[in-house]
Nanobody, 121 residues
Framework: QVQLVESGGGLAQAGGSLSLSCAAS????????MGWYRQAPGKQRELVAV???????NYADSVKGRFTISRDNAKNTVYLQMNSLIPEDTADYYC???????????????WGQGTQVTVSS
């Protein structure tokens, strides 16, 4: 089994900052891309940012210049630093990792349990 455990999030005022982290554990052989998604009430889940195993990053247009994704391969952990928060960033945030485990032949996407981020105006 592979588990993703998120931490961070909470309540922030507009213009403030929050940080998220997500640690993967279990029978991991290799982690490929890792990313953050979010889902606001009544909306579909959307990609926020993704980082490849080599460190290449990609961001949703709505967060470019404000959010930074990073990863620590030694710790199997992905981070999301969120600055200049706006109320529209309010959502449940989910981490995702594409993992080659020791018990499957192919890589599989795993998801964290989600953490709430609320930005007040």
């Amino acid at each position: 089994q592979v588990q993703l455990v998120e931490s961070g999030g909470g309540l922030a005022q507009a213009g403030g900052s929050l940080s998220l982290s997500c640690a993967a554990s279990g029978r991991i052989y290799r982690i490929n891309a890792m990313g953050w998604y979010r889902q606001a009430p009544g909306k579909q889940r959307e990609l926020v940012a993704v980082v490849s195993d080599t460190g290449s990053t990609n961001y949703a247009d709505s967060v470019k210049g404000r959010f930074t994704i990073s990863r620590d391969n030694a710790k199997n952990t992905v981070y999301l630093q969120m600055n200049s928060l706006i109320p529209e960033d309010t959502a449940d945030y989910y981490c995702q990792a594409n993992v080659k485990s020791t018990f499957r032949l192919t890589s599989v996407d795993y998801w964290g349990q989600g953490t709430q981020v609320t930005v007040s105006s």
